[in-house]
């Protein structure tokens, strides 16, 4: 084989393991906007309520 005909060689393996991790990504993405639809989180407020709703000290 000539070096030109190696450049043209294509590892079909990793092709497929890109194709496919970019379906799981492009299917993890439909779901988070889903989830976010369905149960959207506070933005900001969530930080502010966990340090200021500690408990009291028992006595």
Do not use: Y
Not at 17 to 40: N, S, T, V, W, Y
């Amino acid at each position: 084989m000539s070096d030109d005909s190696k450049d043209n060689l294509i590892d079909f393996g990793s092709e497929r393991g890109k194709r496919i991790h970019e379906l799981h990504d492009k299917r993890l993405d439909e779901m988070r906007k889903a989830f976010e639809q369905a149960l959207p989180l506070p933005r900001s407020k969530s930080a502010k309520v966990a340090k200021s709703g500690k408990k009291p000290k028992k006595r």
